[in-house]
């Protein structure tokens, strides 16, 4: 495989806020870093805000086990038997009487109580160690108090107040909001869930945009005609903004990594990862092959096979633009798919082939 991406530059990074889903992001980070890509700045917005602290310290290990590793009680003070429970759909297992208490609780005290929040935030970031990087960090809230969006640059903030603004732009509107600052805040989502204004503004051209799909309000942005803009983004869904639980994360994190891949590589698929190996011309042929083996003893015929199999097909497929490839491409992960085939591997056409094939022979022995 060759990079499609420029490495001899330094890229800024934009982070988009989503609660639980950044774990996504730090996958795509991991790709970044493996495959050499250099980066100068970071925005972010809530939960891009403390990702893009993990990012300016620049311990990928670090952000690795706590995404790994976090629960909603790292985050919300909630019991995370109950909370799994209600992710899962056992609703019948929920102990119901505790679970409204709580609730009532929470609306009595003015939403869910993120201290243990704040305590991770005074784990993992060093605030320090953000000053000292060569990587620049800047974050948006909004200030309840002064009705405004605030972009913050990390280098004008003393450690103690970086912690307190990284934890405001994290304010949902679901949770308690604490005055900090002597000052009420907003999640940075509320005005601006994706940054990317944050870096243009700033000088700052070639720009990696990350995306997780959050909830909030995406600014109106004008791009520079001289602006390099590069998005990673998810095809398939990512978990719920307050889905925090190791599965779920490392789900996300193994979808962000995958898709950082294939940005950097340019790999075909829409949920599959491929490595592009053949033109038009192979792709036909295999297109070809695959319907006369399923139509055995009765192959169709040419016409029959352009002028009705493979319209039919891609209309199937939902195929709109593209050749005989994108066709190709979709058939076979439509195929994958349907027989169990984890998508988490860069395969050439001829490989995912092989697994089809290996993995429809093991259904018709069982």
């Not at 051209?205 to 983004?233: L, S, W």
């Not at 891609?314 to 439509?334: C, N, P, R, T």
Request: glycine residues 8%; hydrophobic residues 40%; proline residues 3%.
């Amino acid at each position: 495989m060759k990079l499609k991406l420029d490495t001899s530059k330094e890229y800024a990074i934009a982070l988009e806020g989503g609660g639980a889903k950044g774990a996504y992001e730090i996958g795509v980070w991991k790709a970044l870093e493996e495959n050499g890509v250099k980066y100068c700045a970071v925005a972010g917005s809530s939960v891009g805000a403390l990702n893009g602290a993990l990012m300016a310290m620049g311990d990928l290990e670090q952000a690795i086990n706590l995404w790994e590793n976090i629960t909603f009680s790292d985050v919300m003070n909630v019991d995370d038997a109950q909370m799994r429970k209600l992710y899962r759909g056992d609703f019948l297992e929920v102990e119901w009487k505790d679970f409204l208490k709580d609730c009532v609780d929470a609306v009595k005290e003015g939403g869910l109580d993120i201290a243990p929040l704040r305590k991770l935030l005074e784990e993992q970031v060093d605030g320090e160690k953000i000053h000292r990087s060569p990587v620049k960090l800047f974050l948006v809230t909004y200030s309840l108090t002064d009705k405004k969006e605030l972009d913050l640059d990390a280098d004008t903030l003393d450690p103690e107040t970086l912690r307190n603004m990284l934890l405001a732009s994290a304010y949902l509107p679901i949770f308690q909001r604490k005055r900090l600052e002597g000052k009420q805040f907003l999640d940075g989502g509320v005005q601006n869930l994706v940054p990317v204004d944050c870096l243009l503004k700033r000088g700052y051209r070639d720009i990696i945009v990350i995306r997780i799909y959050g909830i909030g309000f995406e600014k109106r942005v004008t791009i520079p005609e001289d602006a390099n803009m590069i998005t990673v983004a998810p095809k398939e869904k990512l978990g719920g903004i307050l889905q925090f639980e190791p599965e779920q994360s490392k789900k996300d994190m193994q979808r962000g990594y995958f898709d950082g891949l294939k940005m950097l590589y340019g790999l075909a698929g829409e949920t599959y990862y491929i490595d592009r190996q053949w033109d038009e011309t192979q792709a036909y042929f295999a297109i070809k092959t695959l319907i006369e083996e399923k139509y055995g003893q009765k192959k169709p015929s040419l016409r029959e096979l352009n002028e009705k199999i493979l319209p039919k097909l891609a209309k199937k497929l939902k195929v709109k633009e593209g050749g005989y490839y994108e066709i190709l491409i979709a058939f076979l992960e439509d195929m994958a798919q349907q027989l169990g085939i984890s998508p988490f591997a860069v395969m050439t056409e001829e490989e995912l082939l092989q697994k089809i094939g290996q993995a429809a022979g093991e259904n018709r022995d069982i």
